[in-house]
T-cell receptor
Framework: GESVGLHLPTLSVQEGDNSIINCAYSNSASDYFIWYKQESGKGPQFIIDIRSNMDKRQGQRVTVLLNKTVKHLSLQIAATQPGDSAVYFC??????????FGTGTSLTVIP | NAGVTQTPKFQVLKTGQSMTLQCAQD?????MSWYRQDPGMGLRLIHYSVGAGITDQGEVPNGYNVSRSTTEDFPLRLLSAAPSQTSVYFC???????????FGPGTRLTVT
């Protein structure tokens, strides 16, 4: 089956710095990827997505980069704020309705 | 527009008991899914539905049943609860295949 893994389980950054969270996936047929943010006690919340025909997508303060050659994607958060503290998950969609989630990276923003 | 709602928020069951976790969405989404989240792990797909009357198994379906009689509701049934089913359960929906999923707030289930 598909496996999705995050490189680091925890990440601490200073407020105002940029954050980079990495994720690797195993199946080269995956064609849709999503990054989710999950705050304590809440459900995952959509941040940004990217399809396999793109290698970069930007949102408000967030950028997702996709490297299909090495099956890797990253989430970059610019000017990290305390409200960005959460667990971040990448997920990929192999079949059109079955998402496989990574184990999550816990981001802590130090004021 | 309430989005995806789940009830109850918390539940404690004894081994062998059965119960139904409720999930409803008011966005007229065709696709709905149930996930479980265990400590230190990502979300794992239990069952999903691509429309009323159609359901299919995900990654970890054993011990759970689902049905989809309406577009809005997608209940998850635990047939005979086991301690291994202690987890946080999330329901999600999306409007078309392969797009962003909206998650409910979760149900925290403990089986003793």
């Amino acid at each position: 089956g598909e496996s999705v893994g995050l490189h680091l389980p925890t990440l601490s950054v200073q407020e105002g710095d940029n954050s980079i969270i990495n994720c690797a996936y195993s199946n080269s047929a995956s064609d849709y990827f999503i990054w989710y943010k999950q705050e304590s006690g809440k459900g995952p919340q959509f941040i940004i997505d990217i399809r396999s025909n793109m290698d970069k997508r930007q949102g408000q303060r967030v950028t997702v980069l996709l490297n299909k050659t090495v099956k890797h994607l990253s989430l970059q958060i610019a000017a990290t704020q305390p409200g960005d503290s959460a667990v971040y998950f990448c997920a990929d969609d192999l079949t059109g309705n079955q998402f496989y989630f990574g184990t999550g990276t816990s981001l802590t923003v130090i004021p | 527009n309430a989005g995806v709602t789940q009830t109850p928020k918390f539940q404690v069951l004894k081994t062998g008991q059965s119960m139904t976790l409720q999930c409803a969405q008011d966005m007229n989404h065709e696709y709905m899914s149930w996930y479980r989240q265990d400590p230190g792990m990502g979300l794992r797909l239990i069952h999903y539905s691509v429309g009323a009357g159609i359901t299919d198994q995900g990654e970890v379906p054993n011990g759970y049943n689902v049905s989809r009689s309406t577009t809005e509701d997608f209940p998850l049934r635990l047939l005979s609860a086991a301690p291994s089913q202690t987890s946080v359960y999330f329901c999600a929906s999306s409007d078309i295949r392969g797009t962003e999923q909206y998650f409910g707030p979760g149900t925290r289930l403990t089986v003793t």
